[in-house]
């Protein structure tokens, strides 16, 4: 089932070297000023907005274009202070955009939900904020009574952005991986805000497949995925005392870890090969450190073995 609310990227990564110079310097201060009016308004249309939803149990057109423009300027103004995107972006959002956001129309919306519709985007605004895209909502927040909103000033758009400025400088171009981590960010945090702005009733998607499509390049290192996402409760509420013996010995496999990379560096150093069996060793360490973590994480559900096999 489609989303309705699509993040579209037709970026071709050229970056021009001196405006990537000047954004962090003077090129955001107009963009960020537009910002903090605009939400100011945001602040109370949607106060407004959830009377009406609650009441009607539905946007009306007005207020959905209005809080939908919101959005649109605010994933492209954090698309380019962050250099997921090159042109300047305008305070126009019916201008085309290389980075955009597809709002679909109003639609009927479950009414509790809209009435706790806070305290339900509460983990969605967390993910946003980490992921970097503009995690915060419109209105007073942390830092007693500084500003906290889509402007994002951490999480991983954070590091796109200062990588993505020292690497657009040397080369004229944005690396698409950085390229497509920030666009992800900028994608869900989209979803995000229109979950909480009541644009959509839809909760934000956190699917890795975000934009369609992202290829990967290939890669001698490759993620093998084949988890069911099944988690027994129990597993669960003790996962950490689980995983402590993990813990013991990892820490002693990075000590002999670190030892046999220096040997390994000396040795490929003089033949200009890594031999298998320092291959096959740290191999199976980087497999291990892999499996803890995706066992402690939640991201893997069974109980990881000790030795990093393949396929374990």
């Known amino acids: 089932m489609p989303r309705p609310v699509r993040l579209v990227v037709t970026d071709d990564l050229q970056r021009s070297r001196l405006t990537v110079f000047l954004r962090p310097i003077v090129l955001w201060i107009p963009l960020v000023f537009v910002y903090v009016l605009w939400s100011i308004g945001v602040f109370?249309?949607?106060?407004?907005?959830?009377?009406?939803?609650?009441?009607?149990?539905?946007?009306?057109?007005?207020?959905?274009?209005?809080?939908?423009?919101?959005?649109?300027?605010?994933?492209?103004?954090?698309?380019?202070?962050?250099?997921?995107?090159?042109?300047?972006?305008?305070?126009?959002?019916?201008?085309?955009?290389?980075?955009?956001?597809?709002?679909?129309?109003?639609?009927?919306?479950?009414?509790?939900?809209?009435?706790?519709?806070?305290?339900?985007?509460?983990?969605?605004?967390?993910?946003?904020?980490?992921?970097?895209?503009?995690?915060?909502?419109?209105?007073?927040?942390?830092?007693?009574?500084?500003w906290s909103g889509g402007a994002s000033t951490g999480g991983t758009g954070t590091t796109v952005a200062i990588l993505g400025w020292f690497a657009s400088l040397a080369r004229g171009r944005m690396p698409q991986g950085l390229r497509d981590l920030g666009a992800y960010g900028l994608g869900y945090s989209a979803q995000t805000y229109s979950y909480l702005l009541l644009v959509t009733d839809r909760y934000p998607s956190a699917d890795p497949r975000l934009l369609d499509p992202m290829d990967l390049p290939d890669h001698s290192v490759r993620l093998d995925l084949r988890d069911q996402l099944a988690r027994p409760r129990l597993v669960v509420f003790f996962r950490l005392l689980l995983a402590l013996p993990h813990f013991v010995w990892l820490a002693l496999w990075t000590v002999a870890a670190l030892l046999a990379a220096i040997v390994a560096w000396v040795a490929t150093l003089v033949t200009g090969q890594l031999p298998n069996a320092l291959h096959r060793f740290l191999s199976a360490y980087v497999r291990y450190a892999a499996h803890l973590e995706a066992f402690v994480c939640l991201v893997g559900g069974p109980f990881p073995g000790f030795t990093g096999a393949e396929a374990s």
């Open 44 to 146: 109370f249309v949607v106060i407004a907005a959830w009377f009406v939803v609650l009441f009607s149990g539905r946007l009306n057109e007005g207020l959905h274009s209005f809080l939908s423009a919101y959005i649109r300027f605010t994933t492209r103004m954090n698309a380019y202070l962050h250099l997921i995107s090159n042109p300047w972006p305008g305070f126009d959002t019916d201008a085309a955009y290389p980075v955009d956001v597809q709002i679909d129309g109003p639609t009927r919306q479950n009414r509790w939900s809209v009435f706790f519709r806070l305290f339900l985007a509460l983990p969605a605004l967390l993910l946003a904020a980490v992921t970097g895209g503009g995690g915060g909502a419109p209105g007073f927040g942390r830092g007693g009574g500084r």
